[in-house]
């Protein structure tokens, strides 16, 4: 070994990289536990409406040590736990800054789990996604409601969308939406002005519910729309599991 120069140039080679492992690796741990990088401030950016800055203070409070040491994850954590807080993004600013920006949800809706529940609860953000909120927020919101099973937040607020513009040439709001257990869908209407207009859609098949309810829209004014004036306080109920037309129940009707 000892006369074969490519061996030693090998060995030679192999200790002079571990070497400079070893004294890379030190000088990291040194880097990481050093004085001299001190993290002095955490800046908090976003445009914050409803998120309780008292509780990011707190969830931010004790945050210090080395610049390069300090462990962002837990606050992370802590952060995503205050009410309103959608994402959060950190991120190191040199020398001795964290810059934490938190984005909140914007509410949509409240939600239910079913036809019956009346009292929210909870939120559901113009992404689709469902969120907590203090109750006390919830109710002081001028949102529709939703209600539907489990998990489908999203396909209620997309379906939303959908019914809000095919109503919209008759200037009304669907002001809840119900996506029953069996995916029927039941719409309450906003903006009417002969009481409150209630929709039973049905289920999706042959033809969407949103054809059934374009067909009505187009129906509406020669013939819901020429009824007199009721009382606001009073339920229409118009069945459109029709594939020729629709059903109604007006409250006060015998027939």
Do not use: C
């Not at 890379?24 to 800055?53: C, M, N, T, W």
């Not at 609860?121 to 969120?131: A, I, K, M, S, Y």
């Amino acid at each position: 070994m000892w006369d074969n120069p490519r061996l030693l140039n090998a060995a030679a080679n192999f200790l002079i990289g571990l070497a400079l492992v070893l004294f890379g690796y030190a000088g990291l741990q040194l880097l990481l536990r050093s004085p001299l990088f001190p993290l002095k401030e955490i800046v908090v950016r976003g445009d914050l409406k409803h998120a309780d800055r008292g509780e990011i203070a707190g969830a931010t409070e004790g945050v210090g040590g080395n610049f390069f040491a300090t462990d962002l994850a837990p606050v992370r954590e802590r952060l995503e736990q205050v009410a309103w807080v959608r994402r959060v993004d950190l991120r190191r600013v040199w020398p001795d800054r964290i810059e934490v920006t938190l984005e909140e949800h914007v509410a949509f809706a409240r939600w239910g789990q079913d036809a019956g529940d009346l009292q929210p609860r909870g939120l559901v953000n113009t992404h689709g996604e469902p969120f907590s909120a203090p109750i006390a927020d919830a109710m002081a919101l001028p949102l529709p409601q939703f209600a539907g099973p489990a998990g489908s937040e999203g396909e209620v607020a997309r379906r939303y969308r959908n019914f809000a513009e095919r109503l919209a040439p008759l200037g009304m709001l669907p002001e809840r939406v119900v996506l029953t257990p069996r995916y029927a869908w039941q719409l309450r209407l906003g903006g009417e002005q002969a009481g409150v207009l209630n929709l039973e859609l049905g289920r999706d098949g042959a033809e969407t519910v949103e054809q059934r309810l374009a067909r009505f829209v187009a129906a509406y004014p020669e013939s819901l729309g020429r009824l007199p004036r009721r009382n606001v306080n009073e339920h229409t109920f118009v069945d459109l599991r029709y594939p020729n037309g629709f059903a109604l129940r007006v409250a006060g009707w015998k027939s």
